[in-house]
């Protein structure tokens, strides 16, 4: 079965940084897009970045952009996401997502929690 | 770009039908036939029941189904199951957001 194991995600302070991890199996990782989206406590789901099956292209909400990397490694069958100078309205559950295009996602991974507070 | 429009809640008894509406604009729902519908158990990452407006994947039960008009896409569920009582989102090309939600109750 299709599986995706995301990590990285704690506690930290307004402007620090995190980076965030999704480890893929099962399926050929580099034959995909591949998004981040997030889930604020008792909120809907957001989109914050994708990037395409190679990594020549990316794109960002506007409230993650300037801010948020998203990056992959094909060999390591990983996506990334850098977050920096982060703010408390980053508090939200994150999720790597299988991307078929045209915003469709059919395989969530089960997220991994950020918390941004002093 | 601001989220497509869902009602908060829904709600129907075991065997009936409910109808959930997710309205856009001609930019997303409207211009595209390309909105997906996700089922969020609590404390469980969503899972896609609906894709391009109407297509279900394997596995998902032909209970739900989807549709649009102008602006507007609509899911159905039919034959409502204590299961299906979940959050719903919407979601469309075109406009890289989600829908408000929708709280599915089976009462």
């Known amino acids: 079965e299709v599986h995706l194991v995301e990590s990285g995600g704690g506690l930290v302070q307004p402007g620090r940084s995190l980076r965030l991890s999704c480890a893929a199996s099962?399926?050929?990782?580099?034959?995909?897009?591949m998004t981040w989206v997030r889930q604020a406590p008792g909120k809907g789901l957001e989109w914050v970045a994708n990037?395409?099956?190679?990594?020549?292209?990316?794109y960002y909400a506007d409230s993650v952009k300037g801010r948020f990397t998203i990056s992959r490694d094909n060999a390591k069958n990983s996506l990334y996401l850098q977050m920096n100078s982060l703010r408390a309205e980053d508090t939200a559950l994150y999720y790597c997502?299988?991307?078929?295009?045209?915003?469709?996602?059919?395989?969530w991974g089960q997220g991994t929690v950020v918390t941004v507070s002093s | 770009q601001s989220a497509l429009t869902q009602p908060p809640s829904a709600s129907g008894s075991p065997g009936q039908s409910v109808t959930i509406s997710c309205t856009g604009t001609?930019?997303?729902?409207?211009?595209?036939?390309?909105v997906s519908w996700y089922q969020q158990h609590p404390g469980k990452a969503p899972k896609l029941i609906i894709y391009?407006?109407?297509k279900r994947p394997s596995g998902v039960p032909d209970r739900f189904s989807g549709s649009k008009s102008d602006n507007t896409a609509s899911l159905t569920v039919s034959g409502l199951q204590a299961e299906d009582e979940a959050d719903y989102y919407c979601?469309?090309?075109?406009?890289?957001?989600f829908g408000t939600g929708t709280k599915v109750t089976v009462l």
């Open positions: 997502v299988r991307d078929l295009g045209f915003f469709v996602f059919d395989v």
């Open positions: 099962r399926f050929t990782f580099s034959n995909y897009w």
């Open positions: 990037i395409k099956e190679d990594g020549s292209a990316k």
């Open positions: 001609s930019s997303d729902v409207g211009g595209y036939n390309y």
């Open positions: 391009e407006v109407s």
């Open positions: 979601s469309s090309w075109g406009g890289e957001v």
